[in-house]
C-alpha cells in the first residue's frame, strides 16, 4: 500500500504533461475557477441592463433572475447527459480501466428541480415576481400550457434525482428527456410560426450543447483516474473529439436555423446591434467561436503533439468557456424575442 499510493499521487503522466503548458494545479487554479463561475452567475443578473441599453425595449419583471433560473437548469441538464455520455463511449474502448469520477447527477437534479420550481412559482403568476408565497397559484399551472410545461420540468428534475440515486441510474434519461422537451415547446407558444418546426430545433440544439458540454466536462474529471492507462486516456479523449466535432456541426446548424426564423436575414445585423436579444445572441457567438477555437487548439494537440495528453489544457478552458455560454443561453431565454420585421 505505501508504494502503490506514491505511485498514483502524480496521476501518472498527467502532471509532467501539463508543465509545458505552464498550467499549474493549486490554489490559483481553483481561485481562478470560483471567479469564472461567479462571473457565469452574475451575467444573468447584470447583463439584461447592458443588452436593453438604448434598444427602447421593456424586459420582463425579474428578468434577471429568471435568466439565472435558467442558468442553472440548462446547467442542471447538462451534467447528467454528459455524464451518461461519457460512461457510453467509455464503454466502447477496449481494455478501458473500471473507475469513473463520481456522479454529480443527483446534486444536478436537485439543483435542476429548485431552479425549475422557481421558474414555475413565476409562471404560476402570470409570469409576475411572486413576493410571497400566498401569490403562488399552484393549482393554475394545470391551467394554461406554460404552467403544465413548467410542472413536467418541475417533475422531470425530481425523477432524475431519483434514478440516479437508484441501481439503474441510466434510466434518468427518459425524465431528462422529458425536460428537454418541455423546454423546447416551452421556447415556441402556439401563436409563433410553425412552432413544431422551432420545438425540433431547440430540442436539436439544447440536447447536443448537453452532450458537448457536459461530456468535456465528465472527459476531464474521469481522465486522471486512470492513472497509469495513457493509450486509454487519450483514446477516450480522441473519441469524445471526433464525437464533439458532430456535435458542435448540429448546434452551429440549429442556431443558424433558429435565429433565421427569429431574424429574417435582411434584418439579422441590424437586429445583432439594436436589440437586447441580438446583442446577447452576438455575444454567445463569439464564445462559441472562442469555444471552437479551443476545441480545434486541443485536437491539434491530442494528433501531433508529443504527448497528446497536453490537450487537457485547452480542454479545461474550453470547458470554462462553455459555462459562460450556458450563462449567457439562460439570459438569451429571458429577454423579450426580437421584432420580425418584414
Given at each position: 500500500m505505501g508504494l502503490t499510493r506514491p505511485t498514483d499521487g502524480p496521476s501518472g503522466e498527467d502532471r509532467p504533461a501539463r508543465t509545458p503548458d505552464g498550467s499549474r494545479p493549486g490554489t490559483g487554479r481553483a481561485v481562478a475557477v470560483l471567479v469564472l463561475v461567479l462571473l457565469a452567475a452574475l451575467i444573468p443578473l447584470l447583463g439584461p441592463s447592458v443588452a436593453l441599453d438604448g434598444t427602447g425595449e421593456a424586459a420582463a419583471p425579474g428578468v434577471g433572475g429568471i435568466g439565472l433560473l435558467r442558468t442553472a437548469l440548462f446547467a442542471a441538464l447538462c451534467v447528467p447527459v454528459g455524464e451518461m455520455f461519457v460512461h457510453r463511449l467509455a464503454g466502447r474502448l477496449p481494455g478501458a480501466p473500471p473507475e469513473r469520477a463520481r456522479a454529480w447527477a443527483p446534486y444536478a437534479a436537485g439543483v435542476g428541480f429548485v431552479a425549475a420550481l422557481g421558474l414555475a412559482s413565476v409562471v404560476s403568476t402570470g409570469?409576475?415576481?411572486?413576493?410571497?408565497?400566498?401569490?403562488?397559484?399552484?393549482?393554475?399551472?394545470?391551467?394554461?400550457?406554460?404552467?403544465?410545461?413548467?410542472?413536467?420540468?418541475?417533475?422531470?428534475?425530481?425523477?432524475?434525482?431519483?434514478?440516479?440515486?437508484?441501481?439503474?441510474?441510466?434510466?434518468?434519461?427518459?425524465?431528462?428527456?422529458?425536460?428537454?422537451?418541455?423546454?423546447?415547446?416551452?421556447?415556441?407558444?402556439?401563436?409563433?410560426?410553425?412552432?413544431?418546426?422551432?420545438?425540433?430545433?431547440?430540442?436539436?440544439?439544447?440536447?447536443?450543447?448537453?452532450?458537448?458540454?457536459?461530456?468535456?466536462?465528465?472527459?476531464?474529471?474521469?481522465?486522471?483516474?486512470?492513472?497509469?492507462?495513457?493509450?486509454?486516456?487519450?483514446?477516450?479523449?480522441?473519441?469524445?473529439?471526433?464525437?464533439?466535432?458532430?456535435?458542435?456541426?448540429?448546434?452551429?446548424?440549429?442556431?443558424?436555423?433558429?435565429?433565421?426564423?427569429?431574424?429574417?436575414?435582411?434584418?439579422?445585423?441590424?437586429?445583432?446591434?439594436?436589440?437586447?436579444?441580438?446583442?446577447?445572441?452576438?455575444?454567445?457567438?463569439?464564445?462559441?467561436?472562442?469555444?471552437?477555437?479551443?476545441?480545434?487548439?486541443?485536437?491539434?494537440?491530442?494528433?501531433?503533439?508529443?504527448?497528446?495528453?497536453?490537450?487537457?489544457?485547452?480542454?479545461?478552458?474550453?470547458?470554462?468557456a462553455l459555462g459562460l455560454v450556458v450563462a449567457v443561453s439562460g439570459l438569451l431565454t429571458a429577454l423579450p424575442v426580437p421584432i420580425r420585421w418584414t
Open positions: 409570469n409576475l415576481v411572486p413576493h410571497s408565497l400566498a401569490a403562488i397559484d399552484v393549482g393554475g399551472l394545470y391551467e394554461s400550457r406554460d404552467g403544465k410545461l413548467a410542472l413536467l420540468e418541475v417533475n422531470g428534475f425530481a425523477a432524475a434525482g431519483l434514478c440516479a440515486l437508484s441501481a439503474r441510474p441510466a434510466i434518468q434519461v427518459w425524465p431528462l428527456a422529458a425536460v428537454a422537451v418541455a423546454e423546447a415547446l416551452r421556447a415556441h407558444p402556439a401563436p409563433e410560426l410553425d412552432p413544431l418546426t422551432g420545438s425540433a430545433l431547440t430540442f436539436v440544439h439544447l440536447t447536443c450543447a448537453a452532450l458537448w458540454v457536459g461530456g468535456l466536462l465528465y472527459v476531464l474529471r474521469t481522465l486522471p483516474l486512470w492513472g497509469a492507462a495513457r493509450e486509454a486516456r487519450v483514446a477516450l479523449l480522441g473519441l469524445y473529439a471526433r464525437v464533439a466535432a458532430v456535435l458542435l456541426a448540429l448546434i452551429t446548424a440549429t442556431g443558424i436555423w433558429s435565429t433565421l426564423r427569429r431574424m429574417p436575414p435582411g434584418t439579422v445585423l441590424d437586429q445583432l446591434t439594436s436589440t437586447a436579444y441580438g446583442r446577447t445572441l452576438l455575444a454567445k457567438v463569439i464564445l462559441v467561436v472562442a469555444v471552437a477555437g479551443l476545441a480545434l487548439w486541443a485536437r491539434l494537440r491530442l494528433s501531433r503533439a508529443a504527448d497528446p495528453l497536453t490537450a487537457c489544457s485547452p480542454a479545461r478552458a474550453e470547458v470554462v
